[in-house]
């Protein structure tokens, strides 16, 4: 990781051609965000499926959809005769929009915003997560193809549709599909420039469990079947304030702690490569800038520097993502429930496992009077991690340089994606990102800048040739 | 109080009449629930007052439909030429059915359900809560009319269409039409029995205070404009895990004690009279009936006999209607929210008061480091409570005795009307109930029997001659 050297021939080329004919990539990425494929509701899963297939096809690959337990894979390959192979994973599914107020009138309107603060911009849902870093890698490989006539690796695609949900069927295709995934690294597009332009590498993620407490009636008291009249409460205890109190009792008031027993157990400190990479970071990382992004007024924990970004990135969070019970719509309805329920999940760091969170989370319950509340997984998957002197790290590393960044190098990112399929089942180094600024992920007003999907596909052609280098 | 007189030549004659036409006055009551009448969605509503008053008139009222903020009331009268008038003041809204799971194919359809356990009964919203003994009663009107040519009493009515919401325009109409509600004895009609046949008599109820408490973002930390990505728990603070501390703030572990300091201030404890109708109520009440028809296996109190209807009429209760927080929906949607909202109300018993209560709760929010959760009142209204030596008492336990049945006399109900408006704002002597069986107000499968609906219009025809004969 010296200097950075000049731009390989090829890459300047290329990128010559993507700034010349960017009008057309864009309308590739509203394509994409266009086709709704909200995979928590099924809701366009295959149309999108076969979009996506459709586009592989237009760019030179084969591709075909296959048939999960749930939602399809997109699955294709691009054999350019190159000695080495990158896999790209993606995924096509996104996040509902229920309860969310958009600015912009349909959320799948792909609207292009000319006076957004961060410049214009795609409004859409999928824009940043992640249908438009995918439909901009897309492109970049059609630039190649139509600039050089070939690409500097094969290419093969594993194209999800149930990334929102936990991937609960890629775990099973990936084993099944083995010989046909194997490369030689491993990548997933996304757009990693901060608010305030810095670019951002993340070396791994945390693992995921995401569960539900579900409080009902039984035994303990309270009805069990049906709600019944409020005013029996007198006399009746409630579901609700039950379920209530098993979240209460799992925090400090504060916040700041976990107090389930164990919680952490497994979890470990950061290594000497780790603590180099914050050390790096707190000199450059802005807290301000996050809670301006997020819109909160403080952290939770009154920390600064590297300790803040220690408990981001090695801290295990448990988070209750919704609550439910009784009347849901305006108005009064004075009933007492006879059930609550609570969608939570956990993001647990290396060497953590999500077995033995919910065995110390089941025990937690039982130790507190609460044996009565189910905890129902709905799915959980590793944390995944990798290291700085992996290639696809380097030439990611070199791409950013390249093109004037220097990147803030994180040693994990707080949310979760089943990426140790490709680092630990598939055993190949990996990488994750690229330039480009989106925000609002899982929130209404999800967006990215057009100036920022030029610049990704910019340095995605960059990336392709330095890893091919790299490689070797 | 001595053994029951034999009945007067009138009310028996008139209760020919209703058994030989019951089939057309349980059409009556058909009529009446299948017109939706929800006041929490504004859905039937002028409908159902316009089919009220046209029932008044076709029963020989002069009846006039007078709008209100929200929702209007039916008010009528006739003028039986007698000394003493009757205000009969009820209720034509019903809850909403949302999120309710009927085993009828629709909870307006009035359907006739033969094989009910209990015998066959009409199961609908507001057959039993309380359209349906509003349509009993003024059939037993038109039914004196027809067989007798004129009524013992004159009749007021007062038929509003915001009961469910907590009457936020009753206590205006009546301080503005105090002249036209002049009457000397209140009463609402009610399906009393339970579920063994006993009859019940209640001599007023609770009060009411339904608020809601809502936690945003803030000052304190958490997302304030819109949910977040889960992953960032780890250093922002939890909208729903503080609501879920401030609700499990106020109970015990074993929800048998409300913890808010002061939330029984002013609670009487209950006087000579009423510890005479509870000793004599626990020879009787039957604490296992009452689970069964709850569907309710225990009670919050390991107290049984006078002890536990004590804490029944006495005890004011505190509960969580419902609460809301994150994605609503199936399916994972892996957010942090910045709001989480409770619906609760309290029902509170003699000479405590709403305004203390409120009080109280937000001195305890405060107290508790939770100063940020905003505590909104949507409504609240007093307790009321009637003698047993009360003209109208009288006369509804001579019914009982006449056809058969020893009331069960309860101090009050638990749950809320504002019966105050009669009893204290308007002064009079006051009942309510009847004979006739029904259950699961507020809650799936209401019902009603046809055999319970016959006996209350019988009995409500002895009712209005002995209250006649008692107000002199």
Redesign the interface.
């Known amino acids: 990781m010296s200097s950075a050297p000049a731009p390989a021939a090829p890459a300047a080329r290329v990128q010559e051609h993507i700034s010349r004919t960017f009008d057309r990539h864009l309308g590739q990425v509203r394509r994409f965000v266009r086709q709704v494929s909200i995979?928590?509701?099924d809701r366009g899963i295959g149309e999108m499926a076969d979009l996506v297939a459709a586009r592989l096809r237009e760019i030179g690959a084969r591709a075909e959809v296959i048939a999960t337990a749930r939602h399809p894979v997109v699955y294709g390959e691009i054999d350019a005769g190159a000695p080495r192979t990158l896999l790209l994973y993606g995924m096509y599914d996104v996040?509902?929009v229920?309860?969310?107020?958009w600015s912009v009138s349909d959320p799948f309107g792909a609207e292009l915003v000319e006076g957004h603060p961060q410049g214009p911009s795609i409004v859409a849902r999928g824009v940043y997560n992640s249908k438009g870093p995918l439909a901009c890698f897309l492109n970049v490989l059609e630039s190649i193809r139509e600039v050089e006539g070939r690409l500097p690796l094969n290419v093969r695609f594993m194209i999800e549709g149930e990334e929102?949900?936990?991937s609960p069927s890629l775990p099973a295709f990936v084993t099944a599909r083995r010989a046909s995934l194997a490369a030689d690294a491993g990548y997933f597009p996304g757009f990693e420039q901060d608010a305030t332009g810095n670019a951002v590498l993340r070396l791994g993620c945390?693992g995921?469990l995401?569960f539900e407490l579900v409080c009902r009636?039984?035994?303990?008291?309270?009805?069990?079947?049906?709600?019944?009249?409020?005013?029996?409460?007198?006399?009746?205890?409630?579901p609700?304030?039950?379920?209530?109190?098993a979240?209460?009792?799992m925090?400090s008031?504060?916040?700041r702690t976990v107090t389930v027993e164990g919680f952490r157990d497994g979890a470990e400190p950061p290594g000497a490569e780790d603590e180099g990479l914050l050390a790096a970071l707190a000199g450059r990382f802005d807290p301000r800038t996050q809670l301006e992004t997020?819109?909160?007024?403080?952290?939770?924990?009154d920390l600064w520097g590297v300790d803040?970004l220690r408990?981001?990135v090695y801290?295990?969070?448990?988070?209750?993502?919704?609550?439910?019970?009784?009347?849901?719509?305006?108005?009064?309805?004075?009933?007492?429930?006879h059930e609550?329920r609570?969608?939570m999940?956990v993001?647990f760091v290396p060497r953590m496992r999500a077995d033995r969170v919910v065995r110390r989370l089941r025990d937690h319950l039982d130790r507190?009077?609460l044996g009565d509340i189910e905890l129902r997984v709905?799915?959980a998957f590793p944390w995944s991690k990798v290291s700085v002197t992996e290639a696809p790290v380097r030439a990611m590393v070199e791409t950013c340089r390249e093109l004037g960044f220097e990147p803030e190098i994180w040693p994990l990112?707080?949310?979760?994606a089943p990426f140790y399929l490709l680092t630990d089942e598939l055993g190949m180094p990996f990488v994750t990102g690229g330039l480009g600024h989106g925000a609002?992920?899982?929130?209404?007003?999800e967006y990215a800048t057009v100036a920022g999907m030029e610049l990704y596909e910019r340095g995605a052609a960059i990336f392709l040739y330095r890893l091919r280098e790299i490689l070797g």
């Open positions: 995979s928590g509701e996040q509902p229920v309860g969310e107020r929102e949900l936990g945390k995921e995401f009636g039984g035994a303990w008291g309270g009805p069990t079947r049906r709600a019944v009249h409020g005013s029996t409460a007198v006399w009746y205890a409630s609700p304030v039950r379920l209530a109190q979240i209460a009792s925090f008031l504060d916040q997020d819109e909160v007024r403080r952290f939770t924990h803040l408990k981001y801290e295990p969070s448990l988070n209750v993502d919704g609550i439910v019970s009784g009347h849901p719509g305006e108005g009064t309805k004075t009933i007492l429930p609550a609570a969608k999940d993001r507190h009077g709905d799915h990112q707080a949310s979760s609002r992920a899982h929130s209404a007003d």
